[in-house]
C-alpha cells in the first residue's frame, strides 16, 4: 500500500473466498439460462439478487458500494468497467451504488470477477432481500458524530449477505445509519433506520426507527426502541426481519414493505411481536463480540492526519482572488471535524447532463485525485454526488483546479440544480415519465451560478413514476411523472424534506405538461424568493406562508 | 414426484391423508394438515404409525410450537419459489422449538434454493420429476463460508475469524 494512503475495509480469507465462490456460482446459473436449463422466470430472482436488472433496452448491473466508501483502486476499476463492458460511462444511484446501463448477460460473470479482485461484488442490489446498507457520506469526518456508522454498516453487510431465511422477503429490504446528528443518511425513510445516541451512561448504542420509505405510499418511520446496545445490533435487526418474513403481505406487491405491516398491525403491537422475537435470540450467537466490533473498527481509523492550523492563509487568499473558486468553496465544502482539514464535494450534476452520470475518464480522474489529495478515498452521497473527505485547506486551490480540467467543479451542491432524479422513461420500464431531461431543462434554466446562490439550498427531487426512486416526496420541490391518456404530466409536491426534520410533501395542484413543468418550479422558486424573510429556507418559509401563494402564482391566471 | 433425503433421491414412505380414507385404515406414515392435527390430537397420537403434518405457507410456526416433537415429518410448503415465509418457520421449528425430525420443503423447490433450505434446518426436497438432479448436490458446496449462524450447525465466518485467534494467542 503506497505511503499516506489510508486502509478502508479490506476483505480477509473468508469474505474474498465468499465473493469469489459467488462469482463462480452465478457464472453457473448464467451458463444454464444461456443453454435454456433455466427458464427467465426461474432465472430472474438469481440475476436480481446478483444485481441485474432486465430494463427496456438492455441488461442494467447495478454494482454495490457499502455504504458508500470506495477506494481510488476501486474507483479506476469501475472505470475500466464502463470503459471494457458498457458505453464509457456509469451512473451513480441514491443508494450510493453504481450501475451500468448497457451489459451484455454473458459478459457480467467476468464483470464480477473483475469486481472480486478489487473486493466488490453486486449482491442484493435488487430483489426482495436486504440491500445494500447505507450511511452518511460524511462517516468519520462529519463534526458532529458520536461514532462512524460505517462499523455496523459492514457488520451489516457481511450478516445480510446470502441470509439464508431473508433471500424471499416480500418486498425489498433498505436499512440505513448514522452517527451524526445532522441526518444526512435520510434513516426516516428507510424499512430500517439506525441513528446513534448516547444512552444515560454515556455509552453508544442505536435509536431503532421501522417502517419508513417513499413509493406510493409515504410514510416517515416510527421508532420502536430509544436506545439498543451495540452487542445487540444483530440480533435486534434479525428479529424485525424474521416478524416482517412472517406477516408482511405477500399478495399484492404494493402493500408488501414493512411500512405497511406496521401501520396494520400498529406501532404498539408490532414492537411487541419484535421485543418478544429478540428476547429469545439476544443471547444466542449473534450477540457481538467486542473483537469483532474492534477488529472492524480498526479499519475505519482515521488516517494519518497532520497537524495544521485551523485556517491556512493561503486558501483564504485564493479564496478572496478568485469568485469562482469562492463559490465552490461556499456551496461544495463541508466543516471537518480535524482542524485545517475540510470535507470536498465532487458535483455529477454539471447543466445539462443526466444527474449522476460520470465517463470513465472523469473515473479515472476522481481516483487520482483521491490518491493526491484524500488518502486514496472516495465516498458516493445518495443525493448522486462524490466526496473526497480528508483534504487539506491548503490544497483544496489545486484540487479545484484539477477538477476543472475534468469537468467536475460545478458549484452547485444543495442548489436548485444539484437535482436528484431517477433515470425515467429513457430507461426504465416502470416509468411513466421521462425524467433526466427533465433535470436538464431544469438545470439550464437556472444556469446562471449566481442566481442559484441567490436562490441558496434548495432540494428539486424528480421521479419517473409513483415508485418514487427519485425521492420526490422528501423534495422541497418534488416533481413526479405520471401519465395522463398517454401523455407525460408531471405534479409538483412542496416541502418535502429526508432530514432529522423529514416531512412528505404536499401537492401544490393539478399536474404540469413537459412542456411548462420547467417553467412551474421557477414560478415556485420566484414565490419563495419574493416571500422570504433573511435567509429563511424554504420549507420554513412554506411553513409560515402556506400553498395559497405557491398556488396563486402557479394557477392564478388559468 | 421425488423426494430427495441426507443427499440423494429415495423411495418415499409418507402419504398425505385424503378426503374419503377410512379411518381404521390409514397409511402407517401419514401427513395430516394443520386443522386435522387440532381436531384430533388424541386419536392421531394414539395411532400406531408414523406422523407428520403440513403447515401451508401463511401457517407460522407458533401455531405448531411445542407439538412439534409430536411429528416424524413436518413439510412446509412453497406455493411459488419466492414465497419465503418457510425459511423463518422452519428455524423456528429447529431452533425454538428444538423439532429434530424430518423436515421437508415442498411445493415450487428449486435447486438453486437448496442452499438456504438446508442452512434454515431442511433435510428432505419434494422435487417435481421434469427436473435434472444434477447439479442439485453441487448447489450445496458452492459456497463455502457463510455469514450467518443457523441450526445447520455449521460454522460462521465471525466465530471463525475469533477462533483463529483464540488460537494464536493460545500458541
Request: with cysteine; proline share 4%.
Amino acid at each position: 500500500m503506497p505511503r499516506g494512503i489510508k486502509p478502508m475495509y479490506r476483505y480477509d480469507e473468508f469474505d474474498q473466498s465468499f465473493v469469489d465462490q459467488r462469482v463462480s456460482q452465478f457464472s453457473d446459473q448464467v451458463s444454464r439460462r444461456l443453454s435454456g436449463e433455466l427458464s427467465e422466470e426461474e432465472f430472474r430472482p438469481l440475476r436480481l439478487q446478483n444485481g441485474l436488472y432486465l430494463q427496456l433496452h438492455a441488461y442494467m448491473l447495478r454494482v454495490a458500494v457499502p455504504y458508500g466508501t470506495l477506494s481510488a483502486r476501486q474507483m479506476r476499476k469501475l472505470a475500466h468497467i464502463a470503459r471494457r463492458y458498457d458505453r464509457g460511462y456509469g451512473h451513480f444511484t441514491t443508494r450510493q451504488n453504481i450501475q451500468y446501463n448497457w451489459p451484455l448477460l454473458e459478459e457480467v460473470p467476468d464483470i464480477l470477477a473483475e469486481l472480486a479482485a478489487v473486493e466488490m461484488h453486486a449482491i442484493q442490489t435488487s430483489g426482495n432481500c436486504i440491500r445494500n446498507t447505507t450511511s452518511d457520506q460524511y462517516a468519520g469526518v462529519a463534526a458532529d458524530e458520536i461514532e462512524d456508522p460505517r462499523v455496523y454498516c459492514e457488520i451489516a453487510r457481511q450478516w445480510s449477505s446470502l441470509h439464508p431465511e431473508f433471500a424471499f422477503l416480500p418486498r425489498k429490504f433498505k436499512i440505513a445509519i448514522t452517527g451524526a446528528e445532522q441526518d444526512r443518511a435520510a434513516v426516516r425513510v428507510h424499512d430500517i433506520g439506525l441513528q446513534m445516541r448516547r444512552n444515560l451512561k454515556g455509552e453508544a448504542g442505536f435509536e431503532v426507527i421501522v417502517g419508513g420509505g417513499l413509493g406510493r405510499t409515504p410514510v416517515i418511520g416510527k421508532t420502536i426502541r430509544e436506545f439498543l446496545p451495540k452487542q445487540h445490533f444483530l440480533s435486534y435487526l434479525e428479529a424485525i426481519l424474521r416478524v416482517y418474513n412472517q406477516y408482511g403481505r405477500r399478495d399484492n406487491k404494493y402493500k408488501a414493505r414493512i411500512k405497511i405491516l406496521v401501520n396494520a398491525l400498529g406501532v404498539e403491537e408490532f414492537t411487541r411481536l419484535v421485543e418478544a422475537e429478540w428476547q429469545s435470540i439476544k443471547d444466542g450467537p449473534l450477540a457481538l463480540p467486542q473483537a469483532e466490533i474492534e477488529r472492524i473498527k480498526a479499519y475505519f481509523a482515521p488516517p494519518g492526519y497532520e497537524s495544521l492550523p485551523s485556517v491556512d492563509e493561503a486558501f483564504l487568499q485564493a479564496r478572496q482572488d478568485n469568485p469562482a473558486f469562492a463559490r465552490w468553496v461556499k456551496a461544495n465544502l463541508a466543516e471537518h471535524k480535524q482542524p485545517g482539514y475540510a470535507i470536498a464535494n465532487i458535483s455529477l450534476k454539471p447543466v445539462g447532463e443526466a444527474p449522476g452520470d460520470a465517463s470513465d475518464s472523469q473515473l479515472d480522474a476522481i481516483a487520482d485525485l483521491a490518491d493526491r489529495y484524500s488518502h486514496g478515498e472516495i465516498r458516493i452521497t445518495h443525493e448522486q454526488n462524490l466526496v473526497l473527505p480528508y483534504v487539506k485547506q491548503a490544497d483544496l486551490f489545486a484540487l479545484w483546479q484539477d477538477l476543472k480540467e475534468a469537468d467536475l467543479a460545478t458549484a452547485n451542491i444543495g442548489l436548485v440544480s444539484d437535482i436528484i432524479a431517477c433515470p425515467g422513461l429513457d430507461y426504465c420500464n416502470l416509468a411513466n415519465a421521462r425524467s433526466i431531461p427533465v433535470a436538464q431543462r431544469i438545470t439550464q434554466r437556472f444556469e446562471d451560478l449566481q442566481r442559484q446562490h441567490d436562490i441558496g439550498s434548495l432540494k428539486v427531487k424528480i421521479s419517473g413514476c409513483i415508485n418514487a426512486c427519485g425521492h420526490h416526496h422528501v423534495g422541497n420541490i418534488g416533481i413526479l411523472g405520471v401519465d395522463k391518456k398517454g401523455q407525460e404530466f408531471y405534479q409538483i409536491t412542496l416541502g418535502g424534506s429526508a432530514d432529522q426534520n423529514t416531512a412528505i410533501g404536499k401537492i401544490v395542484g393539478p399536474a404540469f405538461s413537459y412542456d411548462d413543468v420547467v417553467d412551474a418550479v421557477e414560478g415556485v422558486v420566484e414565490t419563495y424568493q419574493d416571500n422570504r424573510q433573511d435567509d429563511e429556507d424554504f420549507n420554513a418559509c412554506l411553513a409560515r406562508i402556506g400553498l395559497a401563494p405557491f398556488k396563486e402564482k402557479l394557477y392564478g391566471n388559468h | 414426484m421425488g423426494i430427495i433425503r441426507n443427499g440423494r433421491q429415495v423411495e418415499d414412505s409418507w402419504v398425505y391423508l385424503a378426503n374419503g380414507d377410512d379411518a381404521n385404515n390409514l397409511p402407517h406414515d401419514l401427513i395430516v394438515d394443520l386443522a386435522t392435527w387440532r381436531e384430533n390430537k388424541t386419536d392421531l397420537t394414539a395411532r400406531n404409525g408414523r406422523l407428520g403434518v403440513k403447515l401451508a405457507s401463511h401457517e407460522v410456526a407458533d401455531e405448531i410450537g411445542d407439538d412439534a416433537s409430536c411429528f416424524d415429518l413436518i413439510v412446509l410448503d412453497f406455493p411459488t419459489f419466492t414465497d419465503g415465509r418457510a425459511y423463518s418457520t422452519a428455524r423456528i421449528l429447529r431452533e425454538r422449538y428444538g423439532f429434530s425430525g424430518e423436515l421437508r420443503a415442498s411445493g415450487q423447490v428449486l435447486r438453486d434454493q437448496l442452499f438456504y433450505l438446508v442452512r434454515c434446518g431442511f433435510d428432505s426436497f419434494e422435487v417435481a420429476d421434469d427436473r435434472p438432479l444434477a447439479g442439485w448436490f453441487k448447489a450445496l458446496s458452492e459456497i463455502a463460508f457463510v455469514y450467518q449462524p443457523t441450526g445447520d450447525g455449521r460454522p460462521w465466518i465471525l466465530s471463525q475469524r475469533h477462533s483463529d485467534a483464540l488460537a494464536e494467542q493460545a500458541s
